[in-house]
């Protein structure tokens, strides 16, 4: 009897121990994927609705707030060139050999005719300042058991009002991510595969974004190579390094 | 007088060579009248069109806004002043509030403005009326709302009466929000700066939508409203101000088209000018005659010029008796404008329906009788040179 007495009070704590709170799912997410620096490079292969475009890439990043993109391929997006410095984006376009600040409206507007804005790229994803998390499920996606998070807009001034990720038990990242208009309505869809250990991290090598209004298959990123916490010059980060 | 007689004599003596030259400039004068005449009809329609689907009688614009800059709309809504929201319960002024928003048919991607405007105004024409077939605020369960659109964005986005299609936008806040939309009705105008890529719906809802309760971007004012006070946060802009750019355009058409008759005239130009040549050449005895006969010299040119100035009064009365039953008919019967002129983005009709007035027809046929008065006078001063024993003579000088 008293051992049963004893399971019984513990059983809130196993189960506590085997669902964390979504607060703590992101910040273990956090400690995964965040890292001081990053160089790598890329492709996004654009799937439209006619025809498939593939853009490679060369990227520098200092946390969320600092990145500089090079794109290296095709022939007509060569030497295009992209700084993001916390909420402020600039591009460099070789053909032009100017230099554009995009703010505002622009900002809405597709990257390279991807599935993605370019404020898609500026989200900062500070998740935890915005949203509040919370575990409501768990389900099996790729043979990998995931928790399901349900992220709801703490202030009005949020791009989405609701998001849930599906984020991997064991490896703590996240391996699907749907984003939610305030109607309900599905906007967009992130799909991470291909999770490889890179250092002491799990990484996703491809991601998947899908605008889920539109037709089409939406955008893969494949990561070729990444480094992490490399040291970067901080003139990469500068305006003058777009020409 | 004698003058006038003798050049009516010469130049029906002259039989074809005379008539020739009159039915080019009776063409050209034609054409003119015509073609002006397709230009004031087009300005009419196109000023009655407008106001009547789209300037009103002048408009209150929220500070702000700036219609050719986008950028402004997120900024540029405010709440509906006490005077105008009096005046919008009167049914003489009409509010409006525009959002950008993306529309997805069938799959694409497409921009544009989302304007909220109330389905029982009377002051435009848009017929929102039709917005009141599901009588909606908000539709309870936010499934589906009614909108209404033209047929320049119903061409574009390949869109039909009772279709539904996905809208996105964004709120006040800037949080992204979506709902299907039900095409109610498809309206037909000749302004296209209200139709492509605008989608209307009620303003009540995109209100709610955008959370920005009772409130405009701009208002469109009746002929009944009267201008009383400044409204603090509102620009007042007056009919001729919205109506600038299309009067500049007509403007613009109007200086092309001259281009064209400027080249039609000096082809009319020029036969009257080697016309009147060739007479002087020709009729040296008889110039030689007449001053042997006591005429001056001043009166034989007078004569030669008069002659061929002659020719634009035939072809006056050339154009106004076979010309005026063309243009009468011409006008009842319009001009169509070739398929795709509506996509020009002005205000066009498919059928315009020419305007002649007074000073139009007055004033083309007083500007062809100069100028061929002073082309008849140019080689005529030659007669003036010319000795008159050599010219009864009919040498050549």
Not at chain 1, 22 to 46: H, Y
Not at chain 1, 193 to 218: A, C, V
């Amino acid at each position: 009897m008293k051992n049963l007495i004893i399971i019984l009070l513990l059983i809130p704590v196993l189960v506590w121990a085997q669902n964390p709170s979504g607060k703590e799912i992101l910040e273990r997410i956090d400690e995964n994927m965040a890292s001081k620096s990053t160089i790598s490079t890329s492709k996004m292969v654009i799937h439209g609705a006619r025809q498939t475009r593939t853009i490679k890439a060369k990227s520098w990043g200092m946390g969320d707030e600092k990145s500089f993109t090079e794109y290296l391929a095709p022939a007509r997006e060569k030497g295009t060139k992209m700084l993001k410095l916390e909420d402020e984006l600039w591009i460099y376009s070789p053909s032009s050999d100017r230099i554009i600040k995009i703010s505002g409206h622009m900002l809405r507007q597709s990257l390279m005719g991807s599935d993605l804005s370019y404020e898609d790229m500026m989200d900062n994803a500070e998740l935890l300042e915005d949203y509040d998390a919370g575990v409501i499920g768990s389900e099996i996606i790729d043979e990998r058991d995931c928790w399901i998070v349900e992220l709801q807009a703490k202030t009005a001034e949020v791009n989405y009002q609701t998001r849930k990720m599906w984020v991997d038990k064991s490896r703590y990242i996240p391996l699907k991510e749907e984003l939610y208009a305030k109607s309900g309505k599905l906007l967009k869809k992130l799909e991470l595969s291909e999770i490889t250990k890179i250092g002491n991290r799990w990484y996703p090598q491809k991601m998947i974004f899908k605008d889920m209004l539109k037709k089409g298959n939406g955008t893969e990123f494949i990561i070729d190579e990444i480094e992490f916490d490399k040291e970067i010059e901080a003139y990469i980060f500068t305006k003058a390094s777009l020409k | 007088m004698l003058a006038i007689k003798l050049a009516y004599r010469n130049l029906v003596g002259a039989g074809l060579r005379t008539w020739l030259n009159v039915i080019v400039l009776a063409f050209v004068l034609f054409m003119i009248i015509w073609h002006y005449g397709i230009l004031d009809g087009w300005n009419e329609q196109a000023n009655r069109d407008m106001q009547a689907w789209e300037v009103g009688n002048g408009q209150y614009w929220q500070e702000n806004y700036d219609p050719y800059d986008f950028f402004t709309l997120e900024d540029s809504h405010a709440k509906i002043p006490e005077v105008l929201q009096k005046a919008s319960s009167d049914g003489i002024v009409t509010p409006i509030l525009i959002s950008q928003a993306s529309v997805y048919p069938d799959g694409r991607i497409q921009s544009m403005l989302l304007k909220g405007i109330d389905p029982e105004q009377k002051v435009i024409a848009i017929p929102g009326a039709e917005l009141n077939i599901e009588s909606e605020a908000m539709p309870a369960g936010r499934q589906e709302i009614s909108a209404i659109i033209g047929k320049r964005m119903a061409k574009n986005c390949k869109l039909k009466e009772g279709d539904i299609t996905t809208i996105r936008w964004r709120d006040v806040n800037g949080t992204f929000d979506a709902l299907e939309v039900k095409i109610v009705a498809i309206f037909d105008c000749n302004v296209p700066s209200i139709d492509g890529g605008q989608m209307y719906i009620n303003i009540n809802t995109l209100q709610e939508m955008m959370q920005a309760p009772n409130e405009a971007t701009l208002f469109v004012i009746d002929e009944d409203y009267e201008m009383s006070e400044d409204i603090s946060g509102w620009v007042y802009k007056e009919f001729d101000f919205l109506m600038t750019e299309m009067n500049e355009m007509m403007k613009m058409k109007k200086v092309g088209g001259s281009v064209l008759y400027f080249i039609l005239m000096l082809l009319a130009m020029l036969a009257i000018f080697d016309t009147q040549v060739l007479s002087i050449f020709r009729r040296q005895k008889e110039i030689g005659t007449y001053i042997a006969m006591g005429m001056t010299r001043r009166q034989v040119v007078s004569l030669f010029t008069v002659e061929g100035a002659m020719h634009a009064i035939l072809a006056v009365a050339v154009v106004s008796t076979l010309g005026t039953g063309f243009l009468l008919w011409l006008q009842s019967i319009g001009f169509t404008m070739p398929a795709g002129t509506d996509d020009m983005g002005i205000a066009i009709a498919e059928t315009i329906y020419p305007v002649y007035g007074a000073g139009l027809i007055i004033g083309t046929s007083l500007l062809v009788f100069v100028i061929t008065l002073i082309v008849s006078y140019l080689p005529a001063r030659k007669i003036s040179k010319m000795k008159p024993t050599d010219a009864i003579k009919g040498k050549i000088q």
